[in-house]
Nanobody, 119 residues
Framework: QVQLVESGGGLVQPGGSLRLSCAASGSIFSINTMGWYRQAPGKQRELVATITTGGATNYADSVKGRSTISRDNAKNTVNLQMNSLKPEDTAVYYC?????????????WGQGTQVTVSS
């Protein structure tokens, strides 16, 4: 099992910045892609950004140019720097980690951290 613990959420004004962090622990062998997803009230969970072990990144169009995902493989952490935040960025943000095990890919989720963008 992999445990993911997020931190860094909170209330921020429009145009502000926020940095989310996620630390993985437990049976963390063979973790490849890590990422961030978000879920706003009444909406489905959606991709924000992902990063592979090798550093390849993928961003949702809605955050591209405003967000940067980074990763420390040695510390098993992944961060998401978000700038120029908009009210529509308000959501619960979830950290994810994909682990290759027994020829399958298992996705683990953190408990989520609330981000609210409001004046």
């Amino acid at each position: 099992q992999v445990q993911l613990v997020e931190s860094g959420g909170g209330l921020v004004q429009p145009g502000g910045s926020l940095r989310l962090s996620c630390a993985a622990s437990g049976s963390i062998f063979s973790i490849n892609t890590m990422g961030w997803y978000r879920q706003a009230p009444g909406k489905q969970r959606e991709l924000v950004a992902t990063i592979t072990t090798g550093g390849a990144t993928n961003y949702a169009d809605s955050v591209k140019g405003r967000s940067t995902i980074s990763r420390d493989n040695a510390k098993n952490t992944v961060n998401l720097q978000m700038n120029s935040l908009k009210p529509e960025d308000t959501a619960v943000y979830y950290c994810s980690a994909d682990q290759a095990r027994n020829r399958n890919i298992y996705r683990y989720w953190g408990q989520g951290t609330q981000v609210t963008v409001s004046s």
